[in-house]
Structures are given as structure tokens and as C-alpha cells.
């Protein structure tokens, strides 16, 4: 049974979808106004963890993820740099995108806001119609927070002082705390005709539009980071249920904990940003990955190389364990009759495939998770590698594949080469171990050494053993 913390009740349920074997899900993408960051990269692959299990588990998951590709940051960047806004956008939506293919995520839906301009101007009409906003003198258009009696039961906040939103034109809202659906336009800002007037739409209303249009009016999971509880999150709640006339408008909320640096968020303000592209060329998308499991989705993530380190070794570890486990397979016999240490180990196998699906069925508690993984590797490496049995050997790396379906880090690795390739090239380095056996058996150690090492620079690693040498794929 999965069970999944839900921020709207503030408790562990039970998830069970609006449509049997489907789950409709949105996640808040970026505001294209800069590169992507580490702290978006957190969200987006704790998030893809999530998805990735659901699907394991049989669900049809739809995923849509939102591109802002209009906003007052990006209006900003673009007369601090005398561009264009859309050559901004256009830009950092490309870097978007590159980081995303880069860590294996895929996204069914990727909307623009400029895209929906239509729809918006639709949603905004229903509100002022329904009375729950309304124009002011400028023909900007706000959200009544005062007409929506449920305003808060999101972030906790329903006293109105804490509400008060960041928006202009403070002196024209009938309440400090009412946000903007419509902005008039500026000179020199882009604008598109309305209603109202010329203008913009406000930053909250496009993902309550955009995600109603792509999953309707009622869907399974809303999903970002942690900072989006208030207010953005608060406000969308109130735009779709407010025009949809609908209760909840979304089952689940999930948000995703803050990456820190030295115990502080990572924040442009406090200079502490590291780029994904950078990060990804440092430490690789799939260190990147491990090390994102290794914390709950809900807790802070601490970035340090400690924590690099301990993914960089695993996901070598799990390499040598998809290699030594495929070549076993390769070369072994089925078996008619298993050794009772054979069985043992097929059971210690079932138990750690059980204690990852219970782990991963509470809240998605990776951590827990991470720890069947690497007690997997143990197995492999413990009874598996020094005693190969096709048996053994194929339901463990069965049990990778699985693992790998959500980690995500192995499927270039568990992807074999044409079978006539790989038969040409392991016959070649067989050849080059039998030649250094026989040099070692003559004691010329410094050339059986040489040969080791030349391997080792391939990616083929030597094991020694009394009673002869193997080798196996390595990272």
C-alpha cells in the first residue's frame, strides 16, 4: 500500500487516484530568467524518484511541468542585457531542457505561459463574473482574498496580516493582501490585448489554468519546492476553486525540502548558487542522482563532499555489480538443482527486494531505500561474484533492473552491446589475461602489472584470485 504525506492535511495517507491506474500530476517548473541551479535540480529529481516509483508500482503517470516564460525577472534580465524578453526566455528555456535531458528526467507536458494567454484571460473572466476579483482604476485585475472563506488552509496562514502579498499598486487593492491575475502594461514591457486593457497575466493564475487545462478540473498531485507553500501555492487553491466551483481541486500536495550549502539555503542573495551545468560536468548526472535519494524528498538536502563522495561510490559499486553480474549470466549454465547456499541467497535477495518496496511505499523514503541498494551490492560481491551461479547471478541482476527503474543511473550500463561485438571483445581480453597468467606463472610481474594497469585505464578490471584471474566491466 503506498502512502504519501499530503501538505493540504498534514498527515500520511493512503493514495488512491481520482482515476484507477492513472495519476495526473503538475509540477512547478522554472521562471526562465537565469541557468538552472542545484536547487531546482534537487526538486525536479526528487520529484522524478516519486513518478518513476509510481510507475514501477503499474500507474499510468501523466506529468506536466510548467515553463514560465514570462515575468517580471525576466522583463528585467532582458533591459539589463538590451535583449529582447523572448531571447531571454528562448535561452535559459534551452538550458532548462539540456539539464533535464542530462539527468534522465522526461516531462509528458512542458507549457509555456505565453502560450496560454487565452485561456487565462478566460479564467480571470469567470472570477470577476463569479465575483471574487475585480478591476482597478489601472486595469490591472486582482484576486479577492476576503470573498474566498478558505484562503490558507494550504500554509496554515489565515491571519490577514501574514497574508500580504509583493505586488504594485498597492493603493489601488481593496485589501493589501490581494494579488495580481491581470497586470496593465508598463511602457516597454510586452502586452497582450484584454478586457481590461492591454497587460500581462500575474504569476500564480498561469499554473491554475495551464495544469486545469492538461489534467481538468480535478486532478491527483501538485507538486514544488517547499518555498511555493506561500504564496504561490496558497493562490492557485484559491483561483481553481474559486472558478472551478470545485473541493479539492487537488488531491495531494507535495513539496520538496531546501538544498543548503553550509546549512543555508542556496540563494542568489546569499552568493552560494552552483549551476547545474556546472555540477553536472563536475560530479555527473548520475553521482548527481544517488546523492539526491540518499535524503528524504521532504527533509534538507546538505550539499559537501562528503555526501558527492559517498554517491560517487556507490554508483561505481553499482557499475561493478551490473558488469560482474551480466558477465556471470553470459558465461554460466541453468541450473536443474540449486545448492542450499544458492537458495540462501535468493532469499536474502527477496528480503532486500521487500524492504526497498516498503520503503519506497512509506512516503518514499529513499533513504531507507538506499540502504536495500547497497545491501544488494554486498550480496553480489560477497556470495555471488566468488561462487557464480546463473541463478543467483540473474535474479540479482533482475533485482538492479528494478532498483535501476527508479534510481535511474545504470541504463547505459545495463543496455548490452550487440551480442557479436561483445563476444569479439571479451574473447580478446580473455586472451590478454591467459597471456598474463602465463607471465606472472614466469614471474615477470612488472610487465603482468603494466598489463593490469593498461586494463584498468580500458575500464576492464583484473581480479586476482589462487586459483586464477577474472575480469569485469568497471566505471
Known amino acids: 500500500m503506498l502512502r504519501i504525506y499530503n501538505t493540504l492535511t498534514r498527515r500520511v495517507e493512503e493514495f488512491t487516484p481520482l482515476t484507477p491506474g492513472i495519476v495526473k500530476s503538475y509540477f512547478c517548473g522554472p521562471t526562465v530568467y537565469d541557468y538552472t541551479h542545484l536547487g531546482h535540480v534537487r526538486a525536479y529529481v526528487a520529484f522524478d524518484f516519486i513518478k518513476r516509483y509510481m510507475m514501477l508500482k503499474g500507474y499510468d503517470f501523466i506529468h506536466v511541468q510548467n515553463i514560465t516564460d514570462l515575468d517580471d525577472k525576466i522583463i528585467k534580465r532582458a533591459r539589463d542585457e538590451g535583449k529582447s524578453w523572448r531571447e531571454i526566455a528562448d535561452y535559459y528555456t534551452r538550458d532548462y531542457l539540456e539539464v533535464l535531458k542530462a539527468l534522465n528526467i522526461e516531462v509528458n507536458i512542458h507549457p509555456r505561459v505565453t502560450d496560454h494567454i487565452k485561456e487565462i484571460i478566460g479564467f480571470i473572466e469567470r472570477l470577476i463574473d463569479k ?91 501538485h507538486g514544488g519546492g517547499q518555498d511555493l507553500i506561500f504564496p504561490h501555492h496558497e493562490n492557485e487553491i484559491a483561483i481553481a476553486e474559486a472558478a472551478l466551483g470545485v473541493k479539492p481541486w487537488v488531491r495531494y500536495w507535495v513539496h520538496v525540502g531546501y538544498l543548503t550549502i553550509g546549512g543555508e539555503k542556496m540563494s542568489k542573495s546569499l552568493g552560494n548558487v552552483v549551476y547545474a551545468r556546472e555540477a553536472l560536468r563536475k560530479w555527473g548526472a548520475e553521482v548527481l542522482r544517488l546523492w539526491i535519494f540518499s535524503a528524504h524528498y521532504r527533509r534538507q538536502l546538505e550539499l559537501n563532499d562528503t555526501a558527492i563522495g559517498r554517491a560517487r561510490d556507490l554508483y561505481n559499486r553499482l557499475v561493478l555489480a551490473a558488469n560482474t553480474l551480466m558477465k556471470i549470466v553470459r558465461e554460466s549454465e541453468p541450473s536443474h538443482y540449486l545448492r542450499d547456499e544458492e537458495v540462501k541467497v535468493l532469499r536474502t535477495l527477496d528480503s532486500i527486494a521487500t524492504r526497498f518496496y516498503e520503503s519506497m511505499d512509506n512516503d518514499f523514503n529513499t533513504p531507507k531505500a538506499l540502504t536495500a541498494v547497497h545491501d544488494l551490492t554486498t550480496v553480489v560481491f560477497r556470495d555471488i561474484e566468488p561462487r557464480p551461479s546463473f541463478s543467483t547471478a540473474l535474479r540479482a541482476l533482475q533485482l538492479l533492473r528494478t532498483f535501476n527503474r527508479v534510481l535511474g543511473v545504470l541504463d547505459r550500463v545495463l543496455a548490452e552491446a550487440p551480442p557479436v561485438e561483445r563476444e569479439i571483445v571479451e574473447k580478446l581480453i580473455d586472451l590478454i589475461i591467459r597471456v598474463r597468467t602465463e607471465l606472472r606463472k614466469r614471474r615477470e610481474y612488472d610487465i603482468s602489472d603494466w598489463i593490469r594497469a593498461e586494463l584498468g585505464r580500458l575500464g576492464i578490471k583484473v581480479l586476482d584470485y589462487r586459483e586464477g584471474s577474472k575480469w569485469v566491466w568497471q566505471p
Open 131 to 221: 465575483g471574487y476579483a475585480y478591476v482597478a482604476p489601472s486595469g490591472s485585475v486582482y484576486f479577492d482574498v476576503s470573498t474566498f472563506s478558505d484562503y490558507g488552509k494550504l500554509s496554515g496562514r489565515r491571519r490577514a496580516e501574514e497574508w500580504r502579498q509583493e505586488e504594485e499598486f498597492l493603493a489601488e487593492k481593496k485589501n493589501p493582501f490581494d494579488f495580481a491575475l491581470w497586470k496593465a502594461a508598463k511602457p516597454g514591457e510586452p502586452w497582450w490585448e484584454s478586457p481590461w486593457g492591454r497587460g500581462r497575466p500575474g504569476w500564480h493564475i498561469e499554473c491554475s489554468v495551464m495544469s486545469t487545462r492538461y489534467l481538468g478540473t480535478q486532478f491527483d498531485i
